[in-house]
C-alpha cells in the first residue's frame, strides 16, 4: 500500500518560499491570496498490507528521516 | 591536535580545510569517507562545507544518517573535539549533537560574501586565539544558515553562554544587515555543552594565508594545532 507523508513548517517558523510565491501570486492578479505555506510530499511505496501498521511505519520514518521534528511537522495518509 | 576531516558524497571544501588544519599545525589531517568506522587516534574531528547527498530532503538530512555518525557520536562522548563548518553545522544539527537548525535564508537568496563575526567568548579551545569580543571577517557561502531555535532554547544556549559568533557589522554592532541570512539573535555558531563541540556557517578555513586575501581565519586554526 502507499503512505503519504506530508511536511511543513511549523506554524511560527519563517516559510521565506511561502511568502514569496504569496507576492508572486498578488503580482499575477490574485489579489486575494492571504499567507502561503509550502511544504513537501513524500509518497512510499510500502510492502505492507495492514493500514494501521503502514501508518505506523510511516510515522516513524517521519520521525526519523523524513521530517525535522525541531522546524516540522508531518502528516500521514495511508490508501 | 590530530584532526581528521569527514568526507561525504557532494563535499566540496574539505580541501580548503585540510590546508587550514595542517597550515597550523604543520601536520596533515586524516581524510575521512564516511563510510569508515575507525576513528581512534583522533583529538579533533571536522565536518566540512559543501552539499553532501545534493541537499537531499533537507541539507545535512543524508549525512545525519551514515554510518561514520555513529562514530562521530562516540568520539564526543569520549570527549574529543568536533567542529563542523557550513553544511557541517547542518549536518550537526540534523544529527542532534547540536540544537537548533539551519532554515533557508530570510532573503532566499543564496549568499556567497563576506561577513563579519563577533568572538563571543574567547575561553575555549575554537576562540582562543582571538580576543574576547574581537571582530573578524569571515567568507560565507550558503543558501540555508538562518538559524532556528525555540525561544527556550536560544534562551538557554545564551544563558549557558554557548553562542560561539554572532553576525555583526565590522564594528561590532548587531544590525538587521549584518545579519544577512536572518539568523535567530544574529547566531552564527554555538557550543554545545563543555565547549567541545562548535559549528558555524561561514568558513574561517578560507581566510587564512593572505594570498586567500586575509588572514582573520587563523587563529582559529592556531588555537586548535595546540
Redesign the interface.
Known sequence: MKAIVTVMLKSG??D??GK?IGQALHGLGFPEVGEVRAGKVIELELNETDPARAKARAEEMARK??A?M??ESFRVEVA | MKAGIVVFPGINRERDMAIALEGSSGRKPRMIWHRETDLSGLDLIVVPGGFSYGDYLRCGAMAAQSPVMAEIRAHVARGGYLMGVCNGFQILTEAGLLPGALLRNAGLRFLSMDCHLRVERNDTVFAGKYAAKQVFRAPMAHGDGNYFADDATLDRLEGEGLVAFRYVTPEGDMTAEANRNGSARGIAGIYAPGFRVMALMPHPEDLVDPLMGGTDGKPLFDGLAA
Request: glycine share 0%.
Open positions: 517558523v519563517l521565506p518560499q514569496a528521516l523524513l525535522n525541531v522546524i
